[in-house]
Every structure is written in C-alpha cells, then in structure tokens.
C-alpha cells in the first residue's frame, strides 16, 4: 500500500480529542484518497517550520519510515515567517529554499516522490500586509519546485480565491477556529474548512494528472462535477 508522509505545522497536523474542533488538512485529506490503495500518516505539529522540523529530528523520523513508491507532501510557511523566533525562522529567498531542497534529497533518496504544497491563506490576508498573505514563502516555495522538478500545489492561491468567493460568515464561523465568546483564531481549522481545503489539495493532484490523480478516490471526479 503506497503511504503519503505529511510534513508541515499546526494547519495540517492530525489533531486529538482535546483540541477539537480543531482540524488540520492533512487529517481531513484521508475523505479524497483512494482508501484500498493508499494511506496517509501525519508528521505535522503544532508551530513547526522547515528549519525546526528538520533540527528537532522529524525529517528523520520520516525518512526511516519510507519506503520506495511512497510520497511526501510538504507544507510549510506559517512559522518560517516569524522572523522574531531565530529556532524557526527561514528567510523566502535563501535558507527556506534550501530546507525545501533538504526535504527533496531525503524523498528521493529513498525513491520517493515529494510534493510541495504552498501554506494555507490566513482568513484575513485581504487586509494584512504581504508577510500575512505569505506571498514570499508560497513564490519561493514555487520556484524551488520548478528548479528541482517538484510538482507544487499552490494552496496559497487557491485558499485565497475561494475565501474571497465563500459566505463570509460561514468562513469565519464554521471553516476558521473562531469560537463566539472563547476564542478568536483565523488561522487554524474547524473541521468543514480543513475539508474544503484539503479538497483543493485534491484537486491541484487531479490537475497534475497521472500518478497523482490515481492516489484519489474513484468517485472524485462525479464529486468535481458536483
């Protein structure tokens, strides 16, 4: 059975019990996947960016698991961009591309087929300023793929246009971990937006066709034309 290993921060990780509603994408992706033939394990955890990811020894803890044929979906941004917390921070035009490539030479090393997904937008990143909206680490995110031959989903991008296209209301109060009267939070997921953005991870696979399109499940394309 082919494994998809997920590396990335809170806005992927597979969450417990006690931190519902809260939901990560890569916990809701396993509603897309085709469940005879593949699985997902989720190395996401809370406030990781590429940098501390890999010091804190999870990048090897992935590599020991993989086997050849697997794949590796890596979602960073959100922590590399704290520049106040040297232990994360990666500057967009340097040390996060090389991170990104670190990430690549560990797949492929093993015969893997690594995937880089830009990170998700933030609920406000229309009224935030170009660091919010993670412009730099989603473009050098981008062009590290095209240099390495990585496939790249933009979620950014895609995240950004359907908030823009969505119910307002409905993407702050029931996609955003924003709770009337306990907690104001517009960046983490209740469970119907870690599904409505993992559907658009799917979808960026079923655009790159091929292998990627067939870790999906059978009926997705009678659910794209739904």
Same mark, same amino acid.
């Given at each position: 059975? &082919? #494994?998809?290993?997920?590396?990335g921060?809170?806005t992927v990780k597979q969450?417990?019990?006690? #931190?519902?509603?809260?939901?990560? &994408? ?5 509603r897309?996947?085709?469940r005879? !033939?593949?699985?997902?394990? !989720? =190395?996401?955890e !809370?406030?990781?960016? #590429? %940098?501390?990811?890999i010091?804190e020894?999870r990048?090897?803890m ?10 590796m979906?890596?979602?960073?941004? =959100? !922590?590399?961009e704290k &520049?106040? +917390?040297?232990?994360r ?5 340097v ?7 670190r ?8 015969k ?13 990143f ?7 909206? =993670?412009?730099?680490w ?6 590290t793929g095209?240099?390495?031959n990585?496939p790249? &989903? +933009?979620?950014t991008?895609?995240?950004e246009?359907l908030i823009?296209?969505? $119910? ?14 306990e907690?104001v +939070?517009?960046?983490h ?6 599904? %409505?953005?993992?559907?658009l991870?799917?979808?960026?696979? =079923? ?5 990627y399109?067939q870790?999906?499940c059978? +009926?997705? $394309?009678?659910?794209?034309?739904a």
């Amino acid at each position: 059975m &082919i #494994t998809i290993y997920w590396a990335g921060d809170s806005t992927v990780k597979q969450n417990t019990i006690l #931190t519902y509603p809260q939901t990560g &994408i890569g916990q809701a992706f396993d509603r897309y996947i085709n469940r005879w !033939n593949v699985r997902v394990e !989720n =190395h996401a955890e !809370n406030g990781r960016s #590429t %940098k501390s990811f890999i010091d804190e020894g999870r990048l090897a803890m992935i590599y020991d698991r993989m086997t050849a044929g697997d794949y590796m979906f890596i979602q960073f941004g =959100h !922590n590399d961009e704290k &520049i106040e +917390d040297p232990a994360r921070y990666s500057d967009a035009e340097v040390e996060f591309c090389e991170n990104l490539e670190r990430f690549v030479n560990t797949a492929r090393n093993k015969k893997v087929k690594p995937v880089f997904i830009t990170p998700l937008a933030r609920r406000l990143f229309a009224e935030k300023d170009e660091t919010y909206r =993670h412009t730099a680490w989603a473009e050098a995110m981008k062009r590290t793929g095209e240099r390495l031959n990585v496939p790249v &989903i +933009d979620l950014t991008a895609m995240s950004e246009q359907l908030i823009a296209q969505s $119910d307002p209301e409905e993407v702050e109060w029931q996609w955003y971990m924003n709770i009337p009267g306990e907690k104001v +939070d517009n960046t983490h997921l209740k469970p119907l937006g870690a599904v %409505k953005f993992a559907g658009l991870i799917a979808k960026g696979l =079923h655009e790159l066709g091929g292998e990627y399109a067939q870790l999906l499940c059978e +009926d997705f $394309d009678q659910w794209m034309e739904a």
